[in-house]
């Protein structure tokens, strides 16, 4: 899967694309529903399937003060587009130049001029546009005008009635509910960054720790998790069970959270490699202990804990 950074970047064999259009934080099982149907319709019409989504999301640019909410930065985001099938993404840079565009000149400039899309795909509530002016109907309007083809993709839901979206899934995780997340998600929440240098206590006392700072992310509930940890590297498959502390330590206290995971059975050097770390169940809160040899007690009975819960839910 390629990445593109501009509209005008598209060499000739990625353009008369079919194109599925929006934010996609969390790639959850909704925007699964869309993708699937631009994907469809891409094969059946031997297109290539490109999605165009930007950065940094909407939301943070007209509300820059907000607290971290995404689920999906850049780089976790395109490695679940990859697996949907997804040929190319085109991540353009949001900023108060494409925030002024008027629909009719992005549906115009961007959709059918710069990248010559075939057909477009959206969610039924996708917007873009001057002040969030265009809606799937301006765009089927347009596409008329221009020369490509419109589906508009109806909300989808979950057996239960529950709508699979993004404000839903961030609930689940704030609560610590990585299980429930992950049946809006389709697949376990991800956290992902280069391991950083940390104080080595973990080292010290026996279990050392690959340490991942957070400040893109939602901040789920603090506490111990089973994870599951890939490094992210060419020809890495292996996904390594593990334990994980998230959140401010309160032992030593550290301004900003931080994901410190110990990886079973795992002793490589990876300063400075990005580690994808798959949060599979929360074991408890966070804890300050009475002493050192408390706490190193209760990480033997957090990896025995992390142990059983990654065994009732294989990868």
Request: charged share 25%; net charge neutral; aromatic share 8%.
């Amino acid at each position: 899967m390629r990445l593109y950074r501009h509209e005008t970047d598209l060499p000739s064999e990625a353009r008369a694309a079919v194109v599925t259009l929006g934010n996609f934080d969390g790639v959850h099982l909704g925007h699964q529903a869309v993708i699937a149907e631009a994907l469809r319709i891409a094969r059946a019409s031997d297109r290539p399937l490109g999605v165009l989504t930007f950065e940094p999301h909407t939301k943070a640019f007209f509300q820059p003060n907000l607290p971290p909410f995404r689920l999906t930065p850049l780089r976790v985001k395109l490695h679940a587009l990859e697996a949907l099938g997804v040929d190319y993404v085109v991540a353009l840079a949001f900023d108060e130049h494409l925030a002024a565009v008027s629909a009719e000149a992005f549906a115009a400039d961007v959709l059918a001029g710069g990248l010559g899309i075939s057909h477009a795909v959206a969610g039924g509530n996708f917007r873009y546009g001057h002040k969030h002016a265009g809606t799937m109907e301006t765009l089927a309007a347009a596409g008329l005008a221009h020369g490509f083809g419109v589906t508009r993709v109806a909300p989808v839901s979950a057996a239960d009635g529950t709508v699979y979206s993004a404000t839903a899934i961030r609930k689940f995780i704030a609560d610590g509910d990585l299980r429930g997340a992950a049946t809006l998600l389709g697949r376990p929440f991800e956290i992902d960054g280069r391991v950083v240098t940390g104080d080595k206590r973990g080292r010290e006392l026996g279990f050392p720790t690959a340490n991942l700072k957070i400040t893109e992310y939602m901040r789920p509930a603090y506490g111990i998790y089973a994870i599951r940890a890939l490094v992210d590297r060419p020809g890495s498959s292996d996904w390594i069970d593990g334990v994980a502390n998230l959140g401010i330590r309160p032992m030593w206290r550290t301004e900003e959270p931080m994901l410190e995971a110990h990886l079973f059975d795992f002793n490589e050097d990876i300063y400075g490699q990005v580690l994808r770390v798959r949060l599979i169940e929360r074991l408890r809160p966070e804890a300050k202990f009475d002493s050192i040899k408390g706490l190193v007690e209760q990480v033997d009975r957090d990896k025995i804990a992390a142990r059983e819960a990654l065994l009732a839910q294989p990868a």
